[in-house]
């Protein structure tokens, strides 16, 4: 049916291989600029709540 050579199934799989190590960069990018923001929410609460008991 397709005449695939096999260099052709290399570049695939080079492209497939690629493609999901940039999808999973790209997942621990977000999974980190979450647990970030949320060390950040949790050190200004830390502050507010340090301030209302210097008061």
């Known amino acids: 049916m397709f005449n695939v050579s096999k260099v052709n199934i290399l570049l695939i799989s080079m492209l497939l291989f690629a493609c999901y190590f940039?999808?999973?960069?790209?997942?621990?990018?977000?999974?980190a600029v979450m647990r970030a923001n949320k060390a950040e929410e949790k050190y200004e609460k830390y502050l507010q709540d340090n301030n209302e008991v210097k008061k």
């Open 22 to 31: 940039a999808c999973k960069y790209r997942q621990d990018e977000k999974l």
